[in-house]
């Protein structure tokens, strides 16, 4: 049995996540493991990403840094897990990405791969997604491939929708005639979290409670609507480049009046939920199953926002197909490294507009 070890950090950049499973004969989580990014670094990464300028001594460290952070976490994942290192075939790390513009051609994770297969001692896959920009697609979203390999049914209609930093969903059709859809519909919770830290010092908006405190204000939401991204047709992805909070206070700014904190967090996460509902409206798919995956799942607020949106589709986690939503990204990179490892297409070119498919990921051998 072939287990692979899958590293997860993404644009909430809150912890590195990891899983050990196995993918064939059929797929199994075997263990799982959360480390949190400490705020010092987080802030120094989120400085890297959003910076127009940086020093190549400042990335350069921090390619270090987070490539010791990706191999420390593997490393404990392997000693709780009980499971030996030597029936580890492989590890699949996505990185922290920290700017992504498949527009220009580029997108960019650090976490020094060639660090984590020394210090663990392990084959080590990353750098999965430069190769579907090269080949002119748009290097993400990835993870419908992995969706459609475990979650595809062929008696429902099903939208996988992954609520992390950034929104993105998969539309699995029962109808295997239907193709493939995936995209990013824009903020998940990256700037609910970002808000929340600056006026209250939280890191989230724990089940949205303080967002159902406040009023949506029209004006807002529909001046945040107004950016073109949120018309632009698939294949498309976005990430901090586009939604930061330069951008939330461009348009408060322009509103007539003073908003609220609390009015303002209500409108964010209407943003997030109407985004993702405008977009499962868009697929070819009549009242489908939504299951939820990523941090957004243990928003309940959010949930019952997306919901009042899509009256007909009826909406649970991926826990309903086996899998904690916790852990499906980091599963996702695991699955890729399997596919890599397998000489194997790891990307879906109607999702990502690529010219065709493509083995993603460089090899660091052990």
């Not at 070890?5 to 959360?34: C, I, K, N, Q, Y």
């Not at 419908?144 to 930093?165: Q, S, T």
């Not at 939401?221 to 939330?248: D, I």
């Not at 996460?269 to 070819?284: G, M, Q, S």
Request: proline share 5%.
């Amino acid at each position: 049995m072939s287990i692979y070890l899958g590293l997860m950090s993404g644009t909430s950049v809150d912890a590195v996540d990891a899983v050990l499973a196995r993918f064939e004969p059929d797929f199994e989580l075997l263990a799982s493991h959360s480390k949190p990014i400490k705020p010092a670094l987080k802030q120094r990464i989120l400085a890297l990403a959003g910076a127009s300028m940086y020093g190549v001594d400042d990335f350069g460290l921090l390619d270090r840094e987070l490539g010791e952070l990706f191999a420390e976490t593997a490393t404990e994942l392997i000693s709780l897990s009980g499971i030996p290192a030597s029936r580890i075939t492989a590890i699949g790390s996505h990185g922290q990405t920290v700017r992504h513009r498949p527009g220009q051609g580029f997108t960019l994770q650090i976490g020094d791969p060639s660090r984590i297969a020394e210090q663990t001692g392990l084959t080590t896959i990353a750098d999965f997604r430069r190769r579907d920009v090269a080949a002119g697609g748009q290097g993400a979203p990835l993870v419908p491939a992995f969706h459609r390999w475990l979650f595809h049914a062929p008696d429902e209609d099903r939208v996988i929708v992954n609520i992390g930093g950034m929104a993105n969903l998969t539309c699995l059709a029962a109808d295997t005639n239907t193709r493939v859809t995936g995209f990013d519909t824009g903020p998940g919770n990256a700037l609910l979290d970002e808000w929340i830290y600056r006026e209250q010092g939280l890191t989230f908006d724990a089940n949205g409670d303080w967002a159902s405190a406040g009023q949506v204000i029209p004006a807002l939401l529909e001046s945040m609507l107004t950016t073109p991204f949120f018309h632009q047709s698939a294949p498309k992805s976005t990430g901090r480049e586009q939604f930061n909070w330069h951008w939330v206070e461009h348009h408060v700014d322009k509103l007539s009046q003073t908003a609220s904190a609390a009015d303002i967090q209500a409108t964010l996460t209407e943003l997030t939920a109407h985004t993702i509902a405008e977009a499962v409206k868009w697929l070819p798919l009549s009242s489908p199953t939504l299951f939820v995956c990523g941090g957004g799942v243990h928003n309940g607020f959010l949930l019952t926002r997306i919901a009042d949106r899509l009256p007909g589709s009826r909406i649970t986690s991926t826990a309903e197909l086996k899998l904690d939503p916790d852990w499906v990204e980091a599963a996702a990179f695991a699955w890729l490294a399997w596919r890599t490892d397998r000489r194997q297409s790891g990307n879906l070119p109607e999702v990502t507009g690529a010219g065709g498919e493509r083995i993603l990921g460089a090899i660091y051998p052990a």
